[in-house]
């Protein structure tokens, strides 16, 4: 089995800053591509950002220039770095990691339990 736990998450005001973390952990040989995804209510879960095993990243257009996502896949674990942050950024974030080859040899998707970002004054 694999999990995610996600940290990070809570109350900020518009313009500040929070970092998000989420670490896997159980039968894990290598993990492919670790992401954030997000659902704001009454809107359909998105993407935010995501990242592979080499390094490559992708962000949705609304976060570019100030959501950075980075990883360590010793610990295999990402990190969401969101700055400049707006009330549009409201949402339950939850984390994904994906094509992760176990141990014995299987692949498997996981995703996180999800984290609450509020951003209000």
């Known amino acids: 089995q694999v999990q995610l736990v996600e940290s990070g998450g809570g109350l900020v005001q518009p313009g500040g800053s929070l970092r998000l973390s989420c670490a896997a952990s159980?039968?894990?040989?290598?993990?492919?591509?670790m992401g954030w995804y997000r659902q704001a209510p009454g809107k359909q879960r998105e993407l935010v950002a995501f990242i592979t095993s080499t390094g490559s990243t992708n962000y949705a257009d609304s976060v570019k220039g100030r959501f950075t996502i980075s990883r360590d896949n010793a610990k295999n674990t990402v990190y969401l770095q969101m700055n400049s942050l707006k009330p549009e950024d409201t949402a339950v974030y939850y984390c994904?990691?994906?094509?992760?080859?176990?141990?014995?040899?299987?692949?498997?998707?996981?995703w996180g339990q999800g984290t609450l970002v509020t951003v209000s004054s």
């Open positions: 159980g039968s894990i040989f290598s993990i492919y591509v």
């Open positions: 994904n990691a994906d094509r992760i080859r176990t141990l014995e040899g299987r692949y498997l998707e996981v």
